[in-house]
């Protein structure tokens, strides 16, 4: 059977030239059009000669050099699997082609001396804006911003996930239909595999395709005792859900940072008040450290504001958590119902710990304890919340918050996280989740 036959173009070779070059065509002109605006909000409508006249004698080569940049970066690709997809590209071909124009400005220095720097700054976010939206436009009416899955089973968890992106599907009946297919975004398996030669195939897709592997949480978690007695090729697939793309890996750390620093600006009264409650209410320490297992199984220190009586876990020893813990203080009680207690994991968020959005970190007992913490949730960073906690109740049953943490894992994202943080805040003040 042949994949996506029916959505193809009947002459894929004659359409795609015209379109790559229109694109090309296109984000030059767009280029030059931004240069020209960044003259115009740094300078006004009279540009000074000395220092336009530098762009009149270099503007063939900037060119040049994003166009090339773009082509590297995959800007004039046939398809592109999402509009984040193509801003991605487009981002990183301005950034790179931005970081050459100023070497090549400065390695001509003498002659193109005068060219501005703040007019490259300026240019990179019109263009950013420009050759995007553009694009995007033309890519859209050409029908070339698609996802293309295959689903293999029943299709079940299209409610936990953001919407996403125009998608087609074509459904299977088996792994090895995939086999000469290499036109392919995403496999979404909602049906047990019961042969090993097609796990062996879906590391292959994934390992060499580059081909998204998604399982629904209920099949995963049918496939735990496999993984965990290390039978079968399935025990590979952990080494690659929890990887991205650096560009992708990149955004969702910039997202951690600036939100982390902006919340600890604007929270720093609450913060201070916080600590003086604590300290003049019982005795003990402000912050409570505990260790956590992290990424690939780090142990690393996480703070939080101290909620329970001094040294709650001497005599009953680690415990889970409840939301009438008898060993939780008056202030303790509060600091939880408004989350103020989980502040300080934003210091851990900044060290590289954890990260905004995540499954929650584990304590290295309960990881030892239990198996299926193991493997795949420890291949991304731990997070302060998650899709079980914007989805879920605080007493939500373990095996069914790990459903949730496998069904982030796969999918995580920028938008994803996006997402997450967003539908947090509402769950805050509903008194939800965690």
């Known amino acids: 059977m042949r994949l996506f036959a029916g959505v193809r173009p009947k002459s894929r070779g004659a359409f795609a030239v015209p379109m790559r070059t229109m694109l090309t065509l296109v984000n030059a002109v767009l280029v030059n059009a931004g240069f020209l605006l960044a003259f ?23 060119t040049a050099i994003y166009v090339l940049s773009a082509a590297g970066c995959g800007v004039y690709r046939r398809r592109f699997k999402s509009s984040w997809d ?16 100023v070497a090549f400005v400065y390695v001509f220095r003498v002659e193109w ?15 950013l804006l420009l050759v995007f939206a ?21 299709e079940e968890i299209e409610d936990m996930m953001p919407r996403r992106p125009h998608v087609v599907k074509q459904k299977i009946h088996s792994i090895r239909e995939l086999l000469g297919c290499r036109d392919l975004d995403e496999i979404l398996i909602c049906e047990k595999i019961r042969d090993d ?30 993984r965990i007695n290390g039978e079968g090729p399935v025990a590979y697939l952990n080494t690659f859900f929890g990887r991205k793309p650096d560009i992708e890996e990149f955004f969702m750390r910039v997202l951690d940072v600036v939100a982390s620093m902006f919340i600890l600006i604007i929270s720093a009264p609450a913060i201070a008040v916080a600590g003086l409650l604590i300290k003049s209410t019982s005795s003990g320490p402000v912050f409570y450290k505990q260790e956590r297992v992290g990424k690939d199984g780090k142990v690393f220190t996480l703070y939080k504001f101290r909620t329970m009586v001094k040294d709650a876990e001497k005599r009953v020893g680690p415990v889970l958590a409840t939301r009438d813990d008898p060993r939780v203080t008056g202030v303790g009680r509060i ?36 198996r299926v913490l193991r493997q795949m949730r420890l291949v991304v960073r731990p997070g302060i919340t998650g899709l079980a906690q914007v989805r879920s109740l605080y007493d939500l049953k373990p095996k069914h ?34």
């Not at 909000?41 to 503007?59: D, L, M, Q, V």
């Not at 989980?342 to 590289?352: A, D, H, I, K, S």
């Open 40 to 62: 115009l909000i740094r300078y006004g409508f009279t540009f000074p000669e000395y220092n336009f006249a530098p762009y009149k004698r270099s503007f063939l080569f900037l």
């Open 86 to 101: 193509l801003f991605k590209r487009v981002f990183s071909a301005l950034f790179i082609s931005t970081l050459l124009s």
């Open 401 to 434: 918050k790990i459903k949730y943490d496998h069904l982030y894992i796969q999918r995580r994202s920028f938008l994803l996280n996006l997402y997450i943080l967003a539908k947090t805040v509402p769950v805050i003040f509903s008194k939800k989740g965690w």
């Open 197 to 226: 030669s097609d796990f062996s195939l879906l590391v292959y897709l994934v390992q060499k395709l580059k081909v998204e592997v998604v399982f629904s949480p209920s099949i995963y978690m049918e496939l735990l005792p496999m």
């Open 113 to 127: 001396g005068a060219f501005p720097t703040s007019i490259f700054i300026i240019s990179f976010f019109v263009n």
């Open 134 to 154: 553009v694009s995007r436009r033309l890519l859209k009416a050409a029908k070339r911003i698609k996802k293309k899955v295959v689903v293999l089973g029943e």
């Open 335 to 370: 600091l939880r119902a408004m989350r103020l207690d989980e502040l300080p994991q934003l210091f851990n968020v900044l060290r590289g710990d954890m990260s905004l959005v995540g499954p929650r970190p584990e304590r290295p007992h309960f990881v030892r304890q239990h």
